[in-house]
């Protein structure tokens, strides 16, 4: 049977096995909450993700769990994997939060359907979240700054029948997704949001900009991006650090082409492949 284990501080509990006491559970709603794609039992991207890890305690403040380091992670992701029978292909969540005694962790496990970053859809449909904006901090980069934003417009893009939505910041610049971020193709140049956009910077998304460039585009980042830029785009992607990049379709009214984002997709995949994921 798959499943039924998580990990927390390198010890295994069942999953219907109570850890947090009811007035502990408000810890796992501060900390650092992060995702990743495993193939074969490897973290994918190993190095990336742990690095983005530690970058993002540091941003908040938040210390290294105690003897945490990068072999350890990698270790701890593979045990759970083994003790689930999960295999094949899995999106791992870690959650690193404050403790009595130090930063604590634990990990769980989803099984995805395998193929390094498969791309299954023709295209998802997405529009734009006006209902908040995203704040500018020291910590814009990270999912903690946007933990709150991401719950309110989840729910507003069920209520619009959408797979995701477009975020602004506090300038009415485009910024990063739901949980993710987001490129788009404008000729043989391919945009992101810059770092200084306020937006949500995931793992991968210096490796997806490496991958356009191996498809023969030209690569940009822009600080302020325009609806009308991502509307006036010849394709628009998001960006999962789980599951890789994702075409879309359309955003509000407007149709996209996918052949460019399927290029760069697959570059992804090929270079995950190519990638020992745990060096």
């Given at each position: 049977?798959?499943?039924?284990?998580?990990?927390?501080?390198?010890?295994?509990?069942?999953?219907?096995?109570?850890?947090?006491?009811?007035?502990?559970?408000?810890?796992?709603?501060?900390?650092?909450?992060?995702?990743?794609?495993?193939?074969?039992?490897?973290?994918?991207?190993?190095?990336?993700?742990?690095?983005?890890?530690?970058?993002?305690?540091?941003?908040?403040?938040?210390?290294?769990?105690?003897?945490?380091?990068?072999?350890?992670?990698?270790?701890?992701?593979?045990?759970?994997?083994?003790?689930?029978?999960?295999?094949?292909?899995?999106?791992?969540?870690?959650?690193?939060?404050?403790?009595?005694?130090?930063?604590?962790?634990?990990?769980?496990?989803?099984?995805?359907?395998?193929?390094?970053?498969?791309?299954?859809?023709?295209?998802?449909?997405?529009?734009?979240?006006?209902?908040?904006?995203?704040?500018?901090?020291?910590?814009?980069?990270?999912?903690?700054?946007?933990?709150?934003?991401?719950?309110?417009?989840?729910?507003?893009?069920?209520?619009?029948?959408?797979?995701?939505?477009?975020?602004?910041?506090?300038?009415?610049?485009?910024?990063?997704?739901?949980?993710?971020?987001?490129?788009?193709?404008?000729?043989?140049?391919?945009?992101?949001?810059?770092?200084?956009?306020?937006?949500?910077?995931p793992p991968i998304i210096n490796i997806v900009k490496t991958c356009a460039e191996e498809c023969?585009?030209?690569?940009?980042?822009?600080?302020?991006?325009?609806?009308?830029?991502?509307?006036?785009?010849?394709?628009?992607?998001?960006i999962d650090n789980s599951l890789g990049i994702r075409p879309v379709l359309g955003l509000y009214?407007?149709?996209?082409?996918?052949?460019?984002?399927?290029?760069?997709?697959?570059?992804?995949?090929?270079?995950?492949?190519?990638?020992?994921?745990?060096?």
């Amino acid at each position: 049977m798959k499943g039924g284990f998580y990990l927390f501080n390198g010890k295994f509990y069942r999953e219907n096995e109570p850890v947090f006491s009811g007035a502990d559970l408000y810890r796992l709603s501060t900390g650092i909450r992060e995702s990743f794609r495993t193939e074969n039992n490897l973290v994918m991207f190993a190095r990336e993700n742990y690095n983005f890890l530690v970058d993002s305690m540091a941003a908040v403040a938040l210390p290294l769990p105690a003897d945490w380091n990068f072999s350890r992670f990698v270790n701890d992701v593979s045990r759970m994997l083994n003790k689930n029978h999960l295999y094949l292909a899995s999106k791992v969540t870690i959650h690193l939060i404050p403790g009595n005694s130090g930063t604590e962790y634990l990990i769980s496990a989803e099984e995805v359907p395998s193929g390094f970053y498969p791309v299954k859809e023709a295209g998802i449909l997405i529009d734009f979240y006006d209902e908040g904006a995203k704040g500018s901090s020291n910590y814009s980069a990270y999912e903690p700054s946007s933990r709150l934003l991401w719950s309110e417009a989840s729910r507003a893009a069920t209520l619009l029948s959408r797979h995701n939505l477009i975020l602004v910041n506090n300038k009415g610049y485009a910024c990063e997704s739901i949980g993710g971020s987001f490129g788009y193709l404008n000729d043989k140049t391919a945009i992101f949001p810059s770092p200084e956009s306020q937006g949500y910077y995931p793992p991968i998304i210096n490796i997806v900009k490496t991958c356009a460039e191996e498809c023969g585009y030209l690569v940009q980042e822009n600080r302020e991006i325009k609806r009308e830029d991502l509307l006036n785009a010849d394709e628009l992607f998001l960006i999962d650090n789980s599951l890789g990049i994702r075409p879309v379709l359309g955003l509000y009214a407007r149709r996209f082409y996918t052949s460019g984002t399927t290029l760069i997709a697959k570059m992804l995949g090929d270079t995950a492949r190519k990638t020992n994921p745990s060096v």
